[in-house]
Nanobody, 121 residues
Framework: QVQLVESGGGLVQSGGSLRLSCAAS????????MGWYRQAPGKQRELVAS???????NYADSVKGRFTISRDNAKNTVYLQMNSLKPEDTAVYYC???????????????WGQGTQVTVSS
């Protein structure tokens, strides 16, 4: 099995910063992509940012210039540094991994349990 465990959510004032972490553990052969999605009440889950194994990154337009995703391959961990937070960033943030468990298996999608980020105005 593969587990993704997030940490770092919480309550912050508008303009503040938070750093999310997500560690992948278990039976892992190769982590192809890791990233963060978020879901606000009444809205669909949306991609926030992702980073591929080679280091290429992708960001939602709404967070470009404010959020930075990074990855420590040795620790199977992905980070999301969130600066200049806005009330509209309030959501449950989910860690995502596209992970291959062994040489003989196809990669699959794995999700963390989610961590709440609340930005007060």
């Amino acid at each position: 099995q593969v587990q993704l465990v997030e940490s770092g959510g919480g309550l912050v004032q508008s303009g503040g910063s938070l750093r999310l972490s997500c560690a992948a553990s278990g039976s892992i052969f190769n982590i192809i992509t890791m990233g963060w999605y978020r879901q606000a009440p009444g809205k669909q889950r949306e991609l926030v940012a992702s980073v591929a194994s080679g280091g290429s990154t992708n960001y939602a337009d709404s967070v470009k210039g404010r959020f930075t995703i990074s990855r420590d391959n040795a620790k199977n961990t992905v980070y999301l540094q969130m600066n200049s937070l806005k009330p509209e960033d309030t959501a449950v943030y989910y860690c995502y991994g596209f992970i291959q468990r062994s040489y003989y298996t196809l990669p699959g999608d794995y999700w963390g349990q989610g961590t709440q980020v609340t930005v007060s105005s």
